[in-house]
């Protein structure tokens, strides 16, 4: 076998279609990676991998494997040697592994010169280094074994005929039909299941180890192609007739390879090897597609002709939901680009904008012109007549093109969790709306209520029948898993104190969104643009202050704050113009938490400040508010003459202040120790386990009202800016009643890598020819080199 691969080297690098083979490769390589503007160019992409270049590479080996595998054995029936090489003292299986690892060895040594391709991203990432070389290495792996199947097929392609040009267009014809030619055949329906024969193909399997999964499943299938077409190969080149028994032989061993790779879609291992394990679901995540027993259909709407960073988007939604397939084969997805037909087109955005999927407005520059196009980074899932919205983008405020693609890949796997539970699972957690002591009227929470609905089942739970029957209201009140104070204005009696007490000691979960100050917008619009800011007493500083934390009354001012729309102008001239307002402050998240983790601002008006107290409650700060900070004692009056007022930094310097906490563990009762209301048979001074959310400002959880129709929550209708209101609230009461650890996966770090800009600017006719130039140098020195020894040797 040793000296029939030395051969098939020998023979190879002695012609040079050899080396043109070989140059040919990498100059294309070279060429559309690094040089050529498209989708492939590594330099446009912006990102530090080498996503493109295992994209391309499966097409242009198509073409190289042939051209090196067309001589084996085509030559040998050519010149009549094959007679002759059978007759030496090797089995056939060992004649055509002599020849397939000689020519698999060949395409090594192609591929070796684009290691330089990982060196240059490398050396161009941002910060340099910022190469994913897990994920890298994986896809290599695949790609080796992606080209050890090609070279099988040309094998066993080159003993059907002793034409080259003909074992050349048959090897390539048949690669690019393993490869790409069963996606185009539809399902089939085999023992009442339904197998989808794209899964035959070897696109589906290397598009696994091409992101840097290994998989069993993938393995085995590549193997069993090598092994089959070897053992064909070595049929085809026997000196006598195929009988009977050979077919049989075949036969059971093709058919026992299709068993063993049935018997391996259930028992397998897979090794996600990229730095994040983004390609890794959580079994949270599993769980809520684990039930599914019909079509569960998610259609994407991230469809089209796209920037670099939406395609990443694209194709990182594809293979999250490629995962959830792989899981639960009822999931199936579909990409549809609602704009691409322009007789429909104002039609179909004018229905998504109708069902809340609002168009993102894309800004493409080509040849020097810019251009506007609408996008929907939207999916809907569907299942048993139901169906959901799933926001696809994060567009955070002030973020970066880079910052907004790696937040909204982060978010995937929640947002498609997230869906899927609401689609599969039946509501089964109650949540109390406080009424009875001023809170919002239902319309100005109307929109919150709504994205709760979806979840559980939720009820206003009046709190006056305390009064008459307190222990009744407690067993009541207990019913509900959830309680949500909404911008409370009205004090809270000593027995309505007791029976929220005692609520939470039997491990009642409670969001409160309160305040220790009088003052909203509405009281500033008056003909003198003034109004007094007082104290607020709603009678539970006791209450919060025993659990560990202290509402103080007092105004936190920001200097990154949210900006207040104002009438500018008199009469005709009138203008609504945006102006800065410190007392609304935009609070920034707790990265390090789930229910903030990767979310927008915040948007706070006339907020308190938080203190937390020792005690044996652990508490998290969920949202603070910047470190330029003013704070504000009251009675004050405000004004809206401080728009125009120029602020002084150097006042602003109180530095981070509290605005959301969260507090979690076993409580103290609030009486323990203390003359109770009234009697209950069971009274606890100690809680369960439990949580309480205490959000310094019950505005949070306010929408705007237009025209008596409720907005939505965190959406300003003026500055178009979204806001992350509603997303805390709603982080906030998952977190609070979820305890399969869904939530969590939002903590779950995904970090995408960039090259630097700067550096492709600066050096980017370096580094193009670097890599289109070095690869053939090194080609060049080595057949120097080669054919230098082997002078040397027979001279």
Not at 454 to 462: D, K, L, M, R, S
Not at 611 to 640: F, Y
Not at 658 to 668: H, M
Request: aromatic content about 12%.
């Amino acid at each position: 076998m040793l000296a029939i691969l030395k051969k098939e080297i020998n023979s190879f690098f002695a012609s040079p279609i050899g080396y043109l083979v070989i140059a040919l490769f990498l100059l294309l390589n070279g060429l559309f990676l690094w040089v050529f503007k498209g989708d492939f160019n590594i330099l446009d992409n912006g990102f530090a991998d080498l996503t493109t270049f295992f994209t391309l590479a499966p097409w242009i080996l198509i073409f190289l494997v042939p051209a090196i595998t067309m001589r084996s054995f085509c030559d040998e029936k050519k010149q009549g040697t094959l007679e002759l090489l059978l007759t030496k003292p090797v089995s056939q299986i060992q004649i055509v592994l002599g020849k397939y690892l000689g020519s698999l060895l060949l395409i090594v040594m192609a591929l070796l010169p684009t290691l330089l391709y990982a060196y240059s991203i490398y050396k161009l990432g941002n910060p340099e280094g910022n190469l994913d070389v897990g994920s890298t290495l994986g896809s290599y792996f695949g790609l080796l074994f992606l080209a050890a199947a090609y070279t099988a097929i040309g094998i066993f392609s080159s003993t059907l005929t002793d034409n080259q040009i003909v074992a050349f267009i048959s090897a390539v014809f048949l690669c690019f039909f393993f490869y790409f030619g069963f996606e185009g055949l539809s399902s089939l329906n085999l023992f009442g299941d339904t197998v989808y024969l794209e899964k035959l193909g070897m696109e589906n399997h290397f598009k696994s180890m091409s992101r840097g999964v290994l998989d069993t499943r993938d393995l085995l299938y590549f193997l069993s192609i090598i092994a089959i077409f070897v053992l064909l190969t070595a049929k085809r080149i026997q000196t006598k007739n195929i009988n009977k028994k050979d077919i049989i032989g075949l036969s059971t061993f093709v058919i026992g390879l299709l068993v063993l790779n049935v018997i391996a879609q259930s028992i397998y291992k897979r090794f996600d090897l990229t730095q994040d394990n983004r390609y890794t679901l959580s079994q949270a995540a599993l769980n809520t597609v684990s039930e599914v027993d019909s079509p569960l259909i998610v259609d994407v709407f991230l469809e089209g002709d796209f920037p670099s960073e939406f395609r990443r988007l694209k194709e990182e939604t594809r293979q999250i939901l490629e995962e959830f397939a792989l899981y639960n084969s009822d999931v199936t997805f579909n990409f549809i680009n609602p704009v691409a037909d322009e007789t429909t087109r104002d039609q179909n955005i004018q229905q998504l904008a109708q069902r809340g999927l609002q168009p993102f407005q894309l800004s493409i520059k080509e040849s020097g012109k810019s251009s506007q196009e609408l996008i929907f980074p939207w999916a809907l899932a569907s299942y048993n007549e139901q169906t959901v919205k799933i926001p696809l983008l994060k567009n955070n405020i002030g973020a970066t093109d880079q910052e907004r693609v790696n937040n909204s890949i982060q978010h995937l796997e929640y947002a498609f969790a997230e869906a899927f539970k609401k689609l599969t699972t039946t509501k089964e957690k109650k949540i109390a709306i406080l009424k009875g002591n001023g809170e919002l009227e239902d319309i100005y929470i109307a929109d919150f209520l709504k994205t709760l609905k979806e979840h559980y089942n939720i009820a206003p739970f009046t709190m006056d029948s305390v009064a008459k029957a307190p222990e009744k209201t407690l067993k009541q009140l207990e019913g509900y898993d959830l309680v949500i104070a909404a911008k409370p204005t009205v004090p809270f009696s000593e027995e309505e104190k007791y029976v929220l007490d005692q609520y939470t000691m039997n491990g009642g979960k409670s969001l409160w969104l309160t305040e220790a100050v009088i003052m909203d917008k509405d009281s500033l619009l008056n003909e003198t643009g003034r109004a007094i800011a007082v104290m607020r007493d709603n009678n539970l500083n006791d209450f919060f202050f025993k659990y560990g934390v202290r509402i103080n009354p007092v105004l936190v001012k920001d200097m990154y704050s949210a900006p207040i729309t104002l009438a500018i102008g008199e009469g005709n001239n009138t203008q609504f113009q945006p102006l800065q307002w410190p007392y609304s402050p935009l609070a920034a998240n707790n990265p390090n938490h789930p229910i903030t983790n990767n979310i927008n601002l915040v948007k706070f008006d006339f907020a308190s400040q938080i203190d937390t107290l020792k005690n044996s409650v652990d508490k998290t700060i969920l949202l603070r508010s910047s470190s330029l900070t003013q704070l504000e004692g009251v009675p004050r009056e405000i004004s809206l003459e401080i728009v125009t007022q120029e602020p002084n930094p150097e006042t602003f310097n109180k530095g981070h202040q509290t605005l959301a906490v969260l507090l979690e563990g076993e409580f103290t009762s609030v009486y323990n120790n203390r003359v109770k209301p009234f009697k209950l048979s069971e009274d606890k001074t100690t809680s369960a386990p439990t949580k309480m959310i205490v959000v310094a400002d019950g505005d949070v959880i306010k929408n705007d009202v237009v025209r008596n129709q409720p907005q939505e929550l965190g959406f300003d209708f003026f500055t178009k800016r979204n806001f992350g209101n509603k997303e805390f609230l709603e982080n906030a009461v998952n977190y609070l009643l979820e305890d399969d650890g869904l939530i969590n996966i939002r903590t779950k770090e995904i970090d995408l890598a960039f090259l630097d800009p700067q550096k492709i600017v600066e050096q980017k006719n370096k580094w193009q020819l670097i890599n289109l130039v070095l690869p053939l140098l090194l080609l060049a020195l080595f057949g120097l080199g080669f054919n230098y020894a082997r002078k040397r040797k027979y001279t």
